[in-house]
């Protein structure tokens, strides 16, 4: 089975302070994906990678980053965290091209 | 734009009662639709691909069906272990850039005893 790990179910941060989120996928996945889940809103994209260090700006990548320097790993940075980031972060990998997503368990961030 | 919309927003069956979930798109060339089920505080878990009109999907007690502008997610005789937010999501065609996902903001669906 595929398994993606998000290093954090939960964290509290204050504003300001930088974020980083963590994701592993575990079966050699080419394409990685952070999407925000927000009430009312659904899940929104905020970057994907399509192989290791490339990425595409997902819909509302403002305030965040992303890094993908191996292949299993891809990283969400918020440089500087708002009360607006405060959110469920969902990490998902996909083989390549057409196909499903496998998401991880997710991390909700709360920034006070 | 890639749109999804579903519908309704959240839905109460008794334990037994048939129906149905929508998810109408709007998409520019369909690679592929997809539904999948998401508890509370946990990630989307993956239930079918449907990659063409007139195409069906069967597991359990789900069914989800295909036309050019909509898929519906049949739940027949459900229990109160199916209750969970179901999503929607369709991938288009195109250039590099197209090879997310968009989704729906879910039915949340309630099955009671």
């Known amino acids: 089975d595929v398994k993606v790990t998000q290093s954090s179910r939960y964290l509290v941060k204050r504003t300001g302070e930088k974020v980083f989120l963590e994701c592993v996928q575990d079966?050699?996945?080419?394409?990685m994906f952070w999407y925000r889940q927000d009430p009312g809103l659904g899940l929104r994209l905020i970057y994907f990678?399509?192989?290791?260090?490339?990425?595409e700006k997902g819909d509302i990548p403002e305030g965040y980053s992303v890094s993908r320097e191996k292949k299993e790993r891809f990283s969400l940075i918020l440089e500087s965290a708002s009360t607006n980031q405060t959110s469920m972060y969902l990490c998902?990998?996909?083989?390549?091209?057409?196909?499903?997503?496998?998401f991880g368990e997710g991390s909700r961030l709360t920034v006070l | 734009e890639d749109q999804v919309t579903q519908s309704p927003e959240a839905l109460r069956l008794q334990e037994g009662e048939s129906s149905s979930l929508n998810c109408s798109y709007t998409?520019?060339?369909?690679?592929?639709l997809f539904w999948y089920r998401q508890d509370p505080g946990k990630g989307p878990e993956f239930l079918f691909t449907?990659?063409?009109a007139g195409e069906e999907k069967e597991k359990e007690r789900l069914k989800a069906t295909l036309t050019k502008k909509e898929s519906f997610l049949h739940i027949t005789a459900p229990k109160p272990e199916d209750s969970a937010t179901y999503l929607c999501?369709?991938?288009?065609?195109?250039?590099?850039?197209?090879?997310?996902?968009?989704f729906g903001s879910g039915t949340r669906l309630q099955v009671q005893p």
């Open positions: 990678s399509y192989d290791v260090k490339m990425k």
């Open positions: 999501a369709v991938q288009a065609g195109g250039d590099t850039g197209r090879r997310a996902l968009t």
């Open positions: 449907l990659y063409s």
């Open positions: 998409v520019s060339g369909l690679r592929g």
């Open positions: 998902a990998s996909r083989l390549a091209g057409v196909g499903e997503l496998f």
């Open positions: 079966m050699d996945h080419e394409n």
